[in-house]
């Protein structure tokens, strides 16, 4: 397991477009609402959130696009096959790589930008922790999407996942609630601890079986 994600790191840190891109999009996306508007008429404070939310899910997706269509294109996961009999060590050590690489600063950029639009310094650490559980369910629920769209158009993947990512979306919305009317944290906060561990640890098994059928 040690091994792959070392792999898996070095070959994501070396690919900048992969990890960068979609962090700069991210950026971009949260810069240009607040201009695109006049927040003179608006209390930014109130629907910042949603924002940050929508972003979360988008970019989510784009990171998690093609993370097995490389090693599907040039053979590896044949090779892995051949060699482990099972996916599962493999996409479970991508989809970590990807929400360490990815996923982390993203939640790190969101609960900046929460600070800079009227968030309490206090209340930053809330935002960062809340959004980085939430990027660790959505990385693993697209990365399935990922898996089940890899040779048949993306259209199949984004069909595929976004039911099973609006449940994730309904418990980041809450978190962020608790955080704006200062109770239920923790409460929440567990519970979408548990959801992401209970994730994490079964779909790289439903992915794996994906995978599996696209090369048998």
Request: no cysteine.
């Given at each position: 397991?040690?091994?792959?994600?070392?792999?898996?790191?070095?070959?994501?840190?070396h690919k900048l477009r992969a990890w960068l891109g979609p962090l700069l999009i991210m950026i971009l996306v949260l810069i240009a609402f607040p201009l695109s508007i006049d927040i003179?008429?608006?209390?930014?404070?109130?629907?910042?959130?949603?924002?940050?939310?929508?972003?979360?899910?988008?970019?989510?997706?784009?990171a998690t696009e093609s993370i097995f269509s490389e090693d599907y294109e040039d053979g590896s996961l044949e090779q892995i096959h051949l060699e482990e009999k099972d996916f599962y060590k493999i996409t479970l050590a991508k989809i970590l790589v990807h929400v360490l690489f990815i996923g982390?600063?993203?939640a790190l950029i969101g609960?900046?930008?929460?600070?800079?639009?009227?968030v309490s310094l206090?209340?930053?650490?809330?935002?960062?922790?809340?959004?980085s559980i939430s990027t660790l369910?959505?990385?693993?629920?697209?990365?399935?999407?990922?898996?089940?769209s890899i040779n048949k158009g993306s259209m199949l993947g984004v069909v595929a996942s976004l039911p099973l990512a609006l449940?994730?979306?309904?418990?980041?919305?809450?978190?962020?609630?608790?955080?704006?009317?200062g109770q239920g944290f923790f409460e929440v906060s567990v519970?979408?601890?548990?959801?992401?561990?209970?994730?994490?640890?079964?779909?790289?098994?439903?992915i794996s079986a994906t995978l599996k059928t696209h090369l048998e």
């Amino acid at each position: 397991m040690i091994n792959f994600f070392s792999l898996e790191a070095f070959k994501l840190r070396h690919k900048l477009r992969a990890w960068l891109g979609p962090l700069l999009i991210m950026i971009l996306v949260l810069i240009a609402f607040p201009l695109s508007i006049d927040i003179s008429q608006y209390d930014l404070n109130k629907f910042y959130f949603s924002v940050i939310v929508v972003s979360l899910l988008m970019i989510s997706f784009l990171a998690t696009e093609s993370i097995f269509s490389e090693d599907y294109e040039d053979g590896s996961l044949e090779q892995i096959h051949l060699e482990e009999k099972d996916f599962y060590k493999i996409t479970l050590a991508k989809i970590l790589v990807h929400v360490l690489f990815i996923g982390i600063p993203m939640a790190l950029i969101g609960s900046i930008f929460s600070f800079a639009n009227g968030v309490s310094l206090a209340e930053a650490p809330k935002i960062f922790v809340i959004l980085s559980i939430s990027t660790l369910i959505l990385f693993n629920v697209f990365a399935f999407g990922s898996a089940l769209s890899i040779n048949k158009g993306s259209m199949l993947g984004v069909v595929a996942s976004l039911p099973l990512a609006l449940p994730a979306i309904v418990l980041l919305g809450r978190g962020v609630r608790t955080v704006q009317y200062g109770q239920g944290f923790f409460e929440v906060s567990v519970l979408m601890a548990g959801v992401a561990l209970i994730v994490t640890a079964l779909m790289p098994i439903i992915i794996s079986a994906t995978l599996k059928t696209h090369l048998e």
